[in-house]
Structure formats: structure tokens, C-alpha cells
């Protein structure tokens, strides 16, 4: 059986899988957490809802961002609110016992005051919409100098 130590991912996160319930990985998560644990690739990966496309991504990016490091490293594009929150939450619920690491939900139809001020705090993981995280890099809210 594979399992997602055996995909490469380090004891905080296997710990918050194991909450979740899940107990081995989907065919690709299997396919795609080793491939991103390895080296900097893109990367298309089509697969049915609920297949657990978000962990593929997100568990990789979440080891290879640095809690301690309080500057935004990753930017996560979503085309719609519902799923930009959706993502946001799910990172949180990996995150679990990755203490320090910040994730923040941007998108309009909120205040932009707030999320600038959540911003501000220097999230290692940014989830935005792009119309609102356009409008934040005109205004001088988000810099992406620090995206890794």
C-alpha cells in the first residue's frame, strides 16, 4: 500500500492527512506530491472533483514553505471566490501542526482594507482571485518579489 510518507512528506503533514481521515493517497496525489517534493516544475493535472487535486498541490507547497520566514512565498490563483475559500481552508486544515504558517484568502467582494491588513502580516501562502490580487499589486498591497 502507498502511503504519503512513502510519498516524501514530512511528519507534520502526514499527521494532519491522518485527521483528515485519509488514510492513503489518490492516484494523483501519488502521481503529483512526489513530482513536486522533487524538483521546480509547472504542471497540468486534470482529475475528477473530489479526486484531491488541492492536497496534490497544496501539501507539497505547504513542506517546501518556511513558517519561519515571514514573507508570502507562494501564490495560489483561483478563478472564483467560493473555490479561492475552499482552497484556503483546505491549506489550513493540512497546515494543522505547521505552526506559523500563514495562509490568506484574497478576493473580491470583501473588504480590501482587511485582507490588505492580513496582507500585511506577511502570509507564507497567498489564495487570491486575480481581478482582487491584481488590484493589490497596483496599489502597492502585495509584492510578489518574495514568491517562490
Same mark, same amino acid.
Not at 59 to 64: G, N
Not at 66 to 71: A, F, H, K, L, S
Not at 99 to 103: C, F, R, T
Given at each position: 500500500? +502507498? *502511503?504519503?510518507?512513502?510519498?516524501?512528506?514530512?511528519?507534520s503533514?502526514?499527521?494532519?492527512v491522518?485527521?483528515?481521515?485519509?488514510?492513503?493517497p489518490?492516484?494523483?496525489?501519488?502521481?503529483?506530491i512526489?513530482?513536486?517534493? =522533487?524538483?521546480?516544475? =509547472?504542471?497540468?493535472a486534470l %482529475?475528477?472533483?473530489?479526486?484531491?487535486?488541492?492536497?496534490?498541490?497544496g501539501?507539497?507547497?505547504?513542506?517546501?514553505s =518556511?513558517?519561519?520566514?515571514?514573507?508570502s512565498?507562494?501564490?495560489?490563483?483561483?478563478p *472564483?471566490?467560493?473555490?479561492c475559500l475552499?482552497?484556503?481552508?483546505e491549506?489550513e486544515?493540512?497546515? $494543522?501542526?505547521m505552526?506559523?504558517?500563514?495562509?490568506t %484568502?484574497?478576493?473580491g467582494? %470583501?473588504?480590501?482594507?482587511?485582507? %490588505?491588513k492580513q496582507v500585511?502580516?506577511n502570509?507564507?501562502?497567498?489564495?487570491?482571485?486575480?481581478?482582487?490580487? $491584481?488590484d493589490m499589486i497596483?496599489?502597492?498591497? +502585495? =509584492?510578489?518579489?518574495? +514568491?517562490?
Open positions: 500500500m +502507498i *502511503t504519503f510518507e512513502s510519498l516524501g512528506l514530512n511528519a503533514l502526514q499527521n494532519a491522518r485527521d483528515l481521515g485519509y488514510l492513503e489518490t492516484p494523483v496525489q501519488q502521481e503529483v512526489p513530482m513536486l517534493l =522533487d524538483r521546480e516544475t =509547472d504542471l497540468v %482529475a475528477q472533483t473530489g479526486t484531491g487535486k488541492t492536497a496534490a498541490f501539501l507539497p507547497l505547504l513542506q517546501k =518556511d513558517p519561519e520566514r515571514r514573507v512565498q507562494a501564490l495560489i490563483l483561483s *472564483t471566490r467560493e473555490l475552499q482552497i484556503t481552508s491549506l486544515s493540512y497546515a $494543522k501542526y505552526p506559523g504558517m500563514g495562509i %484568502a484574497i478576493y467582494g %470583501a473588504s480590501i482594507q482587511e485582507q %490588505a500585511k502580516r502570509p507564507q501562502v497567498i489564495v487570491a482571485t486575480p481581478g482582487r490580487v $491584481k497596483g496599489r502597492g498591497i +502585495i =509584492d510578489l518579489s518574495t +514568491i517562490s
